[in-house]
T-cell receptor, first 112, second 110 residues
Framework: DTAVSQTPKYLVTQMGNDKSIKCEQNLGHDTMYWYKQDSKKFLKIMFSYNNKELIINETVPNRFSPKSPDKAHLNLHINSLELGDSAVYFC???????????FGPGTRLTVL | GEDVEQSLFLSVREGDSSVINCTYTDSSSTYLYWYKQEPGAGLQLLTYIFSNMDMKQDQRLTVLLNKKDKHLSLRIADTQTGDSAIYFCAETANDYKLSFGAGTTVTVRA
């Protein structure tokens, strides 16, 4: 069973469109995260949710809106996509606090 | 990450040991991690060390932590071609976010 899964794996879309990436974890963890990895492989946290509540928002444009319908899911919705949004987006989960984070396989978003 | 630094590239001969170095600035770091990313794949947790430890060994992997110098290293013994990947150092303090280094690309040559 996949611990942290993301869909889709690849997403190609036009500038200005709205898209969503879904993430699910079956580890029973309380905390979930979204990270962005740019073309230079630099990884930076975007958001973190603990028990469905937002606890970290790292100055991400408000075009990005995370949604956590329950503890096991953290979806990322992006409005008005821009070229600079092209990246690989990773979801992760952890039991909470400074504990080990487990990553999903990533979603490669390409904005044309 | 601006708080975590790594050298960008390492080339090693198959069978030799690889040593990847990392420095961090946050003195309140509690956990330090090494993640591996193979081409086109996600991040795989390799190992981690608590800040009150100096060393951790796990099969071919040895992690050394010098807390005074804020220096972390990962040694891979008997490096194999399957070890070719990007290795990320990461740290977290008593909060919820991981800060990553820029990654070290390790190339194993025959």
């Amino acid at each position: 069973d996949t611990a942290v899964s993301q869909t889709p794996k690849y997403l190609v879309t036009q500038m200005g469109n709205d898209k969503s990436i879904k993430c699910e974890q079956n580890l029973g963890h309380d905390t979930m995260y979204w990270y962005k990895q740019d073309s230079k492989k630099f990884l930076k946290i975007m958001f973190s949710y603990n028990n469905k509540e937002l606890i970290i928002n790292e100055t991400v444009p408000n075009r990005f809106s995370p949604k956590s319908p329950d503890k096991a899911h953290l979806n990322l919705h992006i409005n008005s996509l821009e070229l600079g949004d092209s990246a690989v987006y990773f979801c992760a989960s952890s039991p909470g606090g400074p504990d080990t984070q487990y990553f999903g396989p990533g979603t490669r978003l390409t904005v044309l | 990450g601006e708080d975590v630094e790594q050298s960008l590239f390492l080339s090693v001969r198959e069978g030799d040991s690889s040593v990847i170095n990392c420095t961090y600035t946050d003195s309140s770091s509690t956990y330090l991690y090494w993640y591996k990313q193979e081409p086109g794949a996600g991040l795989q947790l390799l190992t981690y060390i608590f800040s009150n430890m100096d060393m951790k060994q796990d099969q071919r992997l040895t992690v050394l932590l010098n807390k005074k110098d804020k220096h972390l290293s990962l040694r891979i013994a008997d490096t194999q071609t399957g070890d070719s990947a990007i290795y990320f150092c990461a740290e977290t303090a008593n909060d919820y976010k991981l800060s990553f280094g820029a990654g070290t690309t390790v190339t194993v040559r025959a």
